[in-house]
């Protein structure tokens, strides 16, 4: 689900919550603060943040002394407001996501937001992590609980199936620049992805490209100072057993 960029009250209420320390990591990442006292229903008044985008090395090379722990925060915000909040950040491009003059990370324009229900996203931390470990036995029961699949499949034949289509493909480590491929060849064999997954596939995407800039050799799905994980999550893939 998108939401319209003059859909001012519902801006207000997204900044608000991602404001939330407990998504925000307190002091390590912010958002556009509203003045709500110069606000109406068509005029928006929010702070002004300096700062550099999370694309400009040099500058964040000079700020901070390690432009790989900032990505770190920026990356646990922002998988921090996809476990926890109604809403999540869907437009992270390097003008959104800036590294700001006292180090912390800012996120900007809230304007557009996605929202993925909650069994969806049980289900796409599963997949997601299934890529990164090959355990194909979690990735099928995922993709049909996703219902990526007719419910009525065999799960480990299917579970099969997917070891030989992804063992096919090379590049054997996660990332993000081999997941479309990888979901492509997966489509091919009648597999259909729901809508809500391409939203925050598009953010790591994002997120890739700062890695390659800031982290060359981070993992995002192994690397353990990440969370994407929910606390359901492990009562949820005791299901998938």
Known sequence: MLVA???????????LEFLNPEFSRASLATALRVYNHCSTRRVLSMERLYGVPLSDLDTISAV?????????????????SLLACET??????????????DGCIGFLDLGIVGHILPKTWAAMEVFLASIATEEYESMASALIEMGATNKDVDAKA???????????IQASIWNP????????VSESYGLRFPREFALPMKQLLYFDRYTRLL?????????????IV?????????NFK
């Open 88 to 101: 999540f950040h869907a437009d992270v491009h390097a003008g959104n996501l800036w590294l700001l003059r």
């Open 215 to 227: 982290a060359p050799n981070l993992n995002m799905l192994q690397d353990q100072r990440i969370t």
């Open 64 to 80: 901070v002394s390690s432009p790989e722990n900032s990505l770190i925060t920026a990356l646990n915000v922002w998988f921090g």
């Open 158 to 168: 299917f579970s099969r199936d997917l070891e030989k289509i992804f063992s096919s």
């Open 177 to 184: 620049r081999c997941l479309p491929k990888k979901v492509r």
């Open 5 to 15: 960029d003059l859909n001012f009250v519902y801006i207000v209420a997204c900044i």
């Open 230 to 238: 929910s606390n359901r999550r492990s009562n949820y893939r005791d």
